[in-house]
């Protein structure tokens, strides 16, 4: 197999969300046609892809038609299976690697990778049971954080214990499940690091954005970061960069991060594209979607410089995205609704980005 993918070929997408949108849209920008392999009949990717298969992601056959149809295999979010791509892992190229995708689904696994390459994370410990859960408490101390071992995101499967607390009870709110407990981060800032690495190993980082949550989910990302962030970003990339090399990765990875006065404190992990650097769709000269395409298809990897003097990130969120006549007779907000059907509570319906042209320096 070819390590480069022409233009004109086939990008197979696992995942159909607005990641999988995004992504087909900037593939097809460059020539590309996509695929999407997704679970749900409808999606936002399929819609603006120029194929989709509609199976469960353990469905072998569905799989082994899925890649005899495509040129290369990415994933929009990082609990796709891993054991079913095995199956067409000699058929297709996947990139990045299911290794990384295997090390991000499980958190443990994720801080002791990342800890054992020089990372720093928050004081924590590990419960598979009820009877477990003192121990780890007594590693991460109150306040802390109980969050699923497994396929939590955006505050899912998380539970917090405050001292005097039952954590016991706690941690059956969080699910009752294998969970990972973290003491609280007494933080300045939350920031992430978005780099993309080709297949030739070649690096680039875009300006890390100053995160805000609400609710656990993404409200906003800022671009330029305040001070307390800027300091920390070369020991941030640092480690992301070893993240990157010792899984061999292809694409745009991300790690977040805590700015604190000790220095930056690894978050978690994501082996994608990211929420947080949907402002590089206006705000940089290559977006990460853009650059994600190129790395998994061999190609050359654009510039990540900034376009503007500033921009900020807003997440729509359920009824939010109903705001959209008033966003767009603005004419600094760029609108993405992601096609989504139904605008539940919590639910990511689209983002809009608010960019300035006066011209600035880049992060060092």
Request: proline letters at 7%.
């Amino acid at each position: 197999m070819s390590s480069v993918i022409p233009p004109g070929s086939t990008i197979g997408i696992m995942g159909g969300g607005q990641l999988g949108r995004m992504l087909s849209m900037a593939a097809a920008q460059l020539g590309y046609r996509c695929h999407i392999f997704a679970p749900e009949e409808t999606s936002p990717g399929a819609e603006v892809s120029a194929a989709s298969s509609c199976a469960d992601y353990s469905d072998d056959a569905a799989l082994s038609a899925f890649a005899a149809a495509c040129d290369v295999v990415t994933y929009e979010f990082e609990n796709v299976p891993v054991a079913p791509l095995a199956a067409i892992a000699g058929t297709v190229p996947l990139r990045p690697s299911p290794r990384a995708l295997e090390i991000a689904q499980s958190r443990i696994d994720e801080k002791r990778f990342v800890t054992d390459l020089g990372g720093r994370a928050a004081p924590y410990g590990f419960a598979e049971t009820a009877e477990d859960v003192a121990a780890a408490i007594a590693i991460a101390g109150t306040p802390a954080i109980i969050k699923s071992n497994r396929m939590g995101y955006d505050g899912k499967g998380q539970a917090r214990v405050m001292p005097g607390d039952d954590p016991v009870a706690r941690w059956h709110q969080a699910g009752g499940v294998p969970a990972i407990i973290e003491g609280f981060v007494d933080f300045d800032a939350e920031f992430s690091v978005i780099l993309a690495r080709g297949l030739d190993g070649d690096i680039r980082f875009w300006d890390s954005a100053e995160n805000a949550h609400v609710a656990g989910i993404l409200d906003r990302s800022s671009i330029p970061a305040s001070a307390a962030i800027t300091a920390q970003v070369p020991a941030a990339r640092a480690l992301a960069a070893k993240v990157a090399q010792a899984l061999d990765y292809v694409g745009v990875l991300t790690l977040e991060f805590f700015a604190t006065g000790d220095g930056p404190v690894f978050n978690e992990m994501a082996p994608r594209v990211h929420n947080s650097g949907h402002w590089t769709i206006e705000g940089a000269f290559t977006s990460q979607f853009e650059n994600h395409i190129r790395a998994i298809c061999g190609l050359p990897l654009g510039e990540t410089a900034l376009a503007c003097h500033s921009a900020e990130m807003h997440n729509l969120i359920g009824e939010d995205a109903s705001r959209w006549p008033d966003l767009l007779a603005d004419p600094a907000n760029h609108l993405h609704l992601y096609g989504k059907h139904r605008a539940a509570p919590g639910r990511k319906m689209g983002h809009v980005t608010r960019i300035s042209l006066e011209p600035r320096a880049r992060q060092p």
